[in-house]
């Protein structure tokens, strides 16, 4: 099926794969094909979401805000939600005890994955939709804009959750990424 992207929707699919990475997240869900969208602005269909203000630095956000961030970074808003500064604990015992005292062993003591994280089934869907989204419309090319009508068909996935939650209606939203389309192609 990746024979089919344009390059954007290839874009979208790499950037997914990193969001996960650097979230620290063990699959490719929805929410990560929402934030490699959104990384593409310029885009048409991806417009339609940054024009009413979901950017990928806002979909990040509600995707940590829902799921967690990198350990590090979770356990930082946990201890300064109790007033504990772990920024400055670090540095205290790193000055004791050395650079990268309180890190953990490499990969966290587990056995490392082969090639990453791996796409989830809700993710695996929205391809599966997005590929029908293309045909359907008779394009021959799974564009980003495809990629977002796959997400917001699925219906289900947190990257649905994120939409709502920024005050969007799904169908609005849709109408507005068909006519992106149209107009892309036309």
């Given at each position: 099926?990746?024979?089919?992207?344009?390059?954007?929707?290839?874009?979208?699919v790499t950037g997914a794969e990193a969001?996960?990475?650097?979230?620290?997240?063990?699959?490719?869900?929805?929410?990560?094909?929402?934030?490699?969208?959104?990384?593409?602005?310029?885009?048409?269909?991806?417009?339609?979401?940054?024009?009413?203000?979901?950017?990928?630095?806002?979909?990040?956000?509600?995707?940590?805000?829902?799921?967690?961030?990198?350990?590090?970074?979770?356990?930082?808003?946990?201890l300064a939600a109790i007033g504990v500064?772990?920024?400055?604990?670090?540095?205290?015992?790193?000055?004791?005890?050395?650079?990268?005292?309180?890190?953990?062993?490499?990969?966290?003591?587990?056995?490392?994955?082969?090639?990453?994280?791996?796409?989830?089934?809700?993710?695996?869907?929205?391809?599966?939709?997005?590929?029908?989204?293309?045909?359907?419309?008779?394009?021959?090319?799974?564009?980003?804009?495809?990629?977002?009508?796959?997400?917001?068909?699925?219906?289900?996935?947190?990257?649905?959750?994120?939409?709502?939650?920024?005050?969007?209606?799904?169908?609005?939203?849709?109408?507005?990424?068909?006519?992106?389309?149209?107009?892309?192609?036309?």
């Open positions: 099926m990746f024979e089919r992207f344009a390059d954007g929707a290839r874009r979208v969001e996960a990475r650097s979230l620290r997240h063990e699959y490719i869900g929805t929410e990560h094909l929402l934030l490699g969208v959104l990384a593409q602005p310029g885009d048409p269909a991806a417009a339609v979401l940054v024009r009413a203000g979901l950017d990928v630095e806002s979909g990040r956000r509600a995707v940590v805000r829902l799921l967690g961030g990198p350990p590090g970074e979770v356990d930082g808003a946990a500064d772990l920024a400055a604990v670090r540095e205290a015992v790193e000055a004791g005890f050395g650079p990268g005292a309180l890190d953990g062993p490499a990969g966290g003591g587990r056995r490392p994955k082969r090639g990453g994280p791996r796409f989830g089934a809700r993710a695996k869907q929205v391809m599966v939709l997005s590929l029908r989204a293309a045909t359907g419309r008779g394009d021959r090319r799974i564009e980003v804009g495809h990629l977002l009508l796959g997400l917001l068909r699925e219906g289900n996935g947190l990257a649905v959750r994120v939409i709502r939650d920024h005050g969007l209606d799904l169908a609005d939203v849709e109408r507005e990424v068909e006519s992106a389309l149209a107009a892309a192609a036309a």
